[in-house]
């Protein structure tokens, strides 16, 4: 817990990261290069941070360095990353806005399910969130705004129509298969 | 995306992953219905997910397979659907450092750039700006900065997000776009005003002017953002720190205004701000302290754990201006976050009385192991202070640390507990052997060689002292069965010194010393052959010279007079004496706890000040001759701070020489010095021998000129002499903006403060962690002792102070420091004599009137004797 203070700038978040029930990360974006510089670096600390969170219903650690802020939805977790100097509010801000952001895309419906099923959508929403570790946008209203992502509540037979005669569903199903 | 059917499948299928099991070369082979037309939006949409999420686990994409890749997503900038474009800007910058050739999308991107649809035009510039190198950087200028002043802010933004990614490639460019900035720092938009005010200040920050004046501007006219507001407030506590600004500087009262914020964030920045400003007074602090009281009680785990975070590090430096809050901390203690938990307590042990702890040290032990390192480190630290405050406690905290010895931790943790237990053993006497027992069960399953070697040294050093020395050498003959090399050599060493100690135990330990002669490895071997027939002679000399008190020369410089004694071949035997001593640390004898080290560099051996000294003196012919280097000063000032040539002196003391080295700067301009030179006119027999002049001295580049003085011969009790400096030079002015010198200079000479050389630069500090055995060592042979009365000391700790900073010698045995309420004392001080003799000093102090000092000086010389006695007559 050093007492030097930040240099002013506007690289707030480290790293933001979504993980299962498991610990498996479903994504994760680490924005200052010189932290956990290799895959193998990021995956244990990702790990680590799990380990030591998964447990307690608590908002925010302090691990490794970081300050690290989280939230859990029934069996994901997301996390926001800063160094320890940060001002644990603008790290809860993003998280905030992250969460509520994918919250309204999903209609509330915060589970790994979901969030596989519009994985597109949820890199739309990190991407308008947060640039290159600046706080791009902290209102979750905007940001779906931004995105104008056609949320869809049950896929439409119209699709799956469209995917039937275009063919998609015999590739899926044959690689299910070969699953 | 994925259809109804399909999540049965997976439903009754391994976990809820459609993308666990992809594979790269499928998802790739996939990939060719790019090329198809027309494009089916939904199933390339699909397809680009799978690529961007196998790069997000990690998987390797090879350049020619992603650039196949990246070419055939280009074609899907013809479809209009706006996911599948909002995803190929994705693609595109995920794949920007993988894939060859990207900027073939440039144009694609600046058409989106400038186009007509809003929600593909911020995107599109951080798209591009992720591809774009500073020569096309300049093409797409124009289009940047209309951008920035666009009025869609989420145009604007993303302009400005850009631009500040681009100043470290192209600060020349984005330098000009200034103007711009600063008319979208006046946007509507808190978020446009957030990033602009970013951009502003990095592109200014090295310009203390434009930023002072910036951080006016902003300051008046009121921003709405948070974020700018909390940026702003960094930029003050910034500014205030390198200027020095007072706590009447209007930087400050916008800090403090910034308390009184409506949004918590901006409160609580503004009050971390003002707690980090150094040389704070507690009245600053009240305000900020009561607004982190109140946000103690929220309901929000993130803003109580930054509260009592930001209080635990005020509570460090005035542990009185948190008293207020102990109320608001001890209703903390159950949080069930156990970082702010811990957090409260530790905070409390710093700020609560002494009858409190008790209770606080049962709280935090009910869930040390389920707290972090990092925090486990604070608590530490949090105890160890508390040891120094109330010595009393120190049963309780000894029990405490050695039940959290015992618990699973990694390396730091540890090492931060056994830092603390040997700081406890020093400072009180009564708690050695408790200390003591514990850190030998902890070495009996230590995973750490650094810590076993350190307390196994430690066993060495306080062990034989202790009543049943005896108990120990089962502890440490059981490392050099069990452990690796390196703590089997230490265990070696401790063993010999418990030998040369304890006369009942040497025959004990000689036949250990046997045993070990057979180890397996050499420097084990040699250490154990080596102790073995030192300790065979009997001879109290020896064991002091060779087991007690080690080398005391500085190691680089040993590792440099050898190489250069083996480069010359010689009949003559290799001289100790000639190698530079070690400079002690200052700090040695203190446990300082190191910060939480964020940063893993591994430690070396760093060259001392000193070593770097040697270095640079003998690289100047005229110091050829002098020997090794004995002894470097602390600069001394010889101008006032603000004067128009600063210069400082540092003394390097020679076996015969004193070498006097000025550090000048010239801080006019409009002047170019040259051929400078310190005259100096001693008030001895000194005798001054050689200028080495600083060729040129421009503005502001400090250079360096020396003197050489050779030390009277007749009279070697003279060790203290003034001289009074004089600098010479020769004047060239110059042009203030060109520099370019006139042709003609005129000498001229500048008065400085006299230098005085003292009996302390001639001796250097060396440590003798066993004086008594130093002390049979060196003899009574030259032994004097004679009584002064100190009439002007009031205190113990005021004489002893004096002492070792006259005579500048090492304090051992911690005999510095005095106990409470006593009035006689023995300070033991250790030194070598320029020439190279051990000497020691004995001195009992006691507290009447005024201080009685009796002195005994022990050396193998008689001059080094007398010159003490001497000088502190």
């Known amino acids: 817990m050093d007492t030097v203070a930040l240099e002013p700038s506007l690289y707030t978040v480290k790293a933001v990261f979504i993980l299962d029930n498991d610990g498996t990360r479903l994504l994760a974006k680490y924005y200052d290069p010189d932290l956990f510089p290799s895959m193998k670096e990021q995956k244990n600390f990702e790990k680590n941070v799990y380990n030591k969170t998964h447990k307690t219903d608590s908002e925010i650690a302090f691990l490794e360095g970081m300050t690290i802020v989280y939230k859990s939805s029934i069996d994901l977790f997301f996390y926001v990353v800063g160094s320890a100097q940060e001002n644990e509010l603008m790290l809860m801000s993003v998280l905030n806005c992250l969460f509520d952001s994918l919250s309204q895309m999903l209609r509330k419906n915060i589970e790994k399910r979901s969030v596989m099923e519009n994985l597109d959508g949820v890199f739309l929403v990190v991407d308008e969130v947060i640039d290159g570790g600046v706080i791009l946008e902290s209102d979750p209203q905007q940001v779906i705004q931004k995105i104008n992502f056609r949320t869809l509540p049950e896929p439409a037979y119209g699709f799956v129509l469209f995917d039937y005669i275009t063919g998609n569903t015999e590739q899926q199903g044959d690689k299910s298969q070969k699953k | ?873």
């Open chain 2, 1 to 873: 995306m994925i259809k109804k059917f399909d999540k049965k499948d997976e439903e009754s299928g391994s976990g809820s992953n459609p993308f666990q099991h992809l594979e790269k070369s499928a998802v790739l082979q996939e990939a060719r219905i790019f090329n198809e037309t027309p494009i089916n939006p939904r199933r390339c949409l699909h397809i680009l997910t799978k690529i961007i999420y196998l790069l997000n686990q990690g998987e390797h994409f090879g350049t020619t397979e992603a650039t196949e890749a990246f070419f055939a997503m280009t074609r899907l900038f013809q479809s209009n659907d706006q996911t599948l474009r909002r995803m190929c800007y994705l693609t595109i910058k995920e794949m920007a450092n993988i894939s060859e050739d990207v900027i073939i999308v440039t144009s694609s991107l600046t058409k989106d750039m400038t186009g007509k649809e809003d929600i593909y035009r911020g995107p599109a510039i951080r798209a591009l700006c992720r591809i774009t190198d500073t020569t096309m950087l300049q093409a797409i200028e124009r289009y940047m900065k209309q951008a920035i002043v666009d009025k869609v802010p989420s145009v604007s933004s993303s302009a400005l997000v850009s631009s500040l990614h681009m100043v470290k490639m192209s600060y020349d460019v984005v330098k000009r776009w200034v103007n711009e900035a600063q008319e979208a720092a006046s946007s509507d938009n808190i978020m446009v005003q957030y990033h602009a005010l970013g951009l502003l200040y990095h592109l200014r920050k090295n310009d203390r002017l434009a930023v002072t004046k910036m951080l006016n501007t902003f300051t008046k006219s009121g921003l709405k953002s948070p974020f700018a507001y909390c940026m702003l407030i960094r930029i003050a506590s910034r500014l205030l720190e390198e200027t020095d600004g007072g706590h009447d500087s209007p930087l400050f009262d916008f800090i403090e205004g910034c308390l009184r914020n409506k949004h918590e964030m901006v409160v609580y920045e503004a009050a971390s701000a003002i707690v980090h400003l150094p040389n704070c007074r507690a009245r600053e602090l009240a305000p900020a302290v009561s607004v982190l009281q109140l946000f103690c009680s929220s309901p929000k785990a993130a803003l109580r754990y930054a509260a009592v975070r930001t209080l635990n590090k005020v509570a460090m430096k005035h542990p009185s201006a948190v008293t207020a809050c102990n109320l608001d901390l001890e209703n903390l203690i159950t949080d069930s976050n156990r970082s702010i938990a811990t957090l409260a307590i530790t905070t409390l042990l710093k700020t609560g009385s002494e009858s409190s702890v008790d209770r606080l040290m049962k709280q935090i032990s009910s869930f040390v192991s389920e707290i972090s390192d990092e925090f486990k480190v604070v608590v530490v630290q949090a105890i160890s202070a508390l040891c120094q405050k109330y010595p009393r406690k120190h049963s309780v905290m000894m029990n405490f640390l050695s039940n959290m010895l015992r618990d699973d931790g990694g390396f730091e943790y540890k090492r931060a507990i056994v830092d603390c237990i040997i700081g406890f053993i020093e400072e009180n006497p009564e708690s050695k052997e408790t200390g003591l027992a514990h850190l030998c069960e902890f070495i009996e399953d230590c995973e750490h060689t650094v810590l076993a070697t350190r307390i196994l040294h430690l066993l060495g050093k306080e062990g034989p002292r202790t009543p049943t020395p005896s108990k120990y050498i089962r502890f440490i003959f059981n490392r050099v069965i069990l452990e690796s090399e390196a703590v089997r050599a230490a265990a070696v060493s401790a063993l010999a010194k418990f030998g040369a100690q304890n006369d009942d135990l040497l025959p004990s330990v000689l036949v250990l010393l046997q045993r070990c002669m057979m180890d397996s490895d050499d420097e084990v071997r040699d250490r154990a052959t080596f102790y073995m027939n030192v300790l065979q002679q009997k001879q109290k000399a020896l064991n002091a010279a060779y087991i007690f008190n080690g080398l005391t020369v500085s190691v680089p410089g040993l590792e440099k007079s050898l190489h250069q004694y083996t480069l010359e071949p010689s009949e003559k035997p290799f001289d100790m004496k000639s190698v530079p001593l070690a400079t002690t640390p200052i700090n040695e004898l203190k446990t300082e706890l190191t910060p939480i080290v964020t940063t893993k560099l591994p430690e070396k051996v760093a060259p001392s000040r000193q070593d770097i000294y040697q270095e640079q003196l003998s690289a100047i012919p005229e110091f050829k001759g002098l020997g090794p280097l004995f002894k470097s000063s602390d600069p001394v000032q010889l101008t006032e701070a603000e004067t128009e040539y600063v210069v400082r002196c540092i003394k390097h003391t020679f076996t015969n020489h004193i070498v006097f080295q000025f550090d000048c700067t010239n801080t006019l301009n409009d002047q170019l010095l040259q051929k400078v030179i310190v005259q100096m006119e001693p008030s001895e027999a000194y005798e001054v021998v050689h200028y080495v002049p600083a060729a040129n001295l421009p503005y502001n580049q400090p250079s360096s000129c020396y003197t050489l003085v050779r030390l009277p011969d007749e009279d070697p009790t003279a060790v203290s002499c003034t001289f009074s400096c004089t600098m010479k030079y020769l004047v060239r002015d110059c042009d203030p903006n060109t520099g370019e010198p006139d042709e003609d200079g005129y000498d001229d000479e500048y008065l400085l403060e006299d230098l005085e050389v003292t009996v302390a630069d001639h001796i250097q500090k060396v440590l003798k962690p066993n004086f008594g055995a130093a002390w049979e060592e060196v003899g009574d042979d030259f032994e004097k002792e004679e009584t002064f009365a100190l009439a002007s000391v009031k205190t113990l700790e005021e004489a002893i102070n004096n002492i070792i900073s006259f005579l500048g010698m090492q304090p051992c045995e911690r005999t510095d420091k005095v106990p409470e309420n006593k009035n006689s004392h023995v300070l033991l001080l250790a030194g070598v004599f320029r020439g190279g003799h051990d000497i020691l000093v004995r001195s009992r102090l006691a507290l009447a009137d005024g201080v009685t000092m009796q002195v005994t000086v022990r050396s193998k010389d008689e001059i080094p004797v007398d010159v003490i006695l001497a000088s502190v007559g």
